[in-house]
């Protein structure tokens, strides 16, 4: 799937997205049938165990994007460009862009930011880069906003509107709307001809998207909108037991 296919899925079924960090993963996932995956700048905290993404750098978003492609050839893989890497200069952001879809063969990428970024996103995508924007809550710039829920007020309100469209204008294939009320989700979505891909933002979106450790129960504190699917935190602490067990019986092959 290319970039374009992918924004053709709006209104012909509802995108299920995961994050992935690695080629295991990543084969499983694709396995599991999913839509597309994101090899998300997340991978700073459930990774790297860093308080914030900040941190992450460009050759490492690379090295895990080319080994989740690895695992995944056949499925449509974003790689979030890390903070840093897209916001000096659009000289620098196209060649860093560029580097991530050369290096590691990921399909598209993402970056964050509303309006203020559209001249940046029309660039890139003129150059043939695909864009995936990213508004809401962005963590990126969780300095200056945190992580409050996004939506609440007009002017916010007014703001995240005018950013999708400006996005959308700018030739943005797809947008991540992360912890939006879910009344400016809906709005949104109706808005753009580009698929939505909430996080936190309600059912009213095109796609949904989570972080794959909140997903399987392995991140110590999930975020309220992320549903326990798989227990793995519980299910590693029973086989270590069953394990120990072996090993004190000599239960062993
Ligand atoms: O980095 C990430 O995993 C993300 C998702 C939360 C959308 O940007």
Same mark, same amino acid.
Request: aromatic residues 8%.
């Given at each position: 799937m290319n970039a374009w296919q992918f924004r053709k899925l709006k209104g012909h079924k509802k995108i299920l997205m995961l994050t992935a960090y690695d080629y295991g993963f990543a084969d499983a996932l694709a396995e599991a049938g999913v839509d597309a995956l994101l090899v998300g700048d997340s991978l700073g905290n &459930? &990774?790297? *165990?860093? !308080? $914030? $993404?900040?941190? &992450?750098t460009l050759d490492e978003m690379i090295y895990h994007a080319k080994i989740v492609k690895r695992g995944a050839p056949n499925v449509f893989v974003v790689a979030d460009m890390p903070f840093l890497s897209y916001q000096v200069s659009h000289e620098e952001a196209i060649r860093n862009c560029g580097r991530v879809l050369k290096e590691s063969g990921a399909d598209a990428v993402k970056v964050e930011g509303g309006e203020q970024i559209a001249d940046l996103v029309y660039k890139l995508t003129q150059v043939g880069i695909p864009i995936m924007g990213h508004i809401g809550v962005t963590p990126q710039s969780s300095k200056m906003h945190g992580f409050t829920k996004r939506g609440k007020d007009t002017g916010d309100i007014d703001y995240l509107r005018r950013s999708a469209k400006a996005l959308e204008e700018a030739g943005a294939f797809s947008l991540v709307l992360e912890n939006i009320t879910e009344v400016v989700a809906k709005q949104i979505t109706e808005s753009v001809a580009i698929p939505t891909i909430g996080i *936190? @933002? *309600?059912?009213?979106? !095109?796609g949904q998207v989570l972080v794959l450790y909140d997903f399987i129960g392995l991140t110590r504190e999930r975020p309220p909108? @992320?549903?326990?699917?798989?227990d793995l935190r519980a299910e590693i602490k029973d086989a270590v037991n069953k394990f120990r067990q072996d090993i004190m019986s000599n239960n062993i092959l």
């Open positions: &459930v &990774v790297q *165990g860093n !308080d $914030t $993404t900040l941190p &992450v *936190g @933002a *309600g059912p009213h979106c !095109d909108f @992320a549903k326990n699917y798989l």
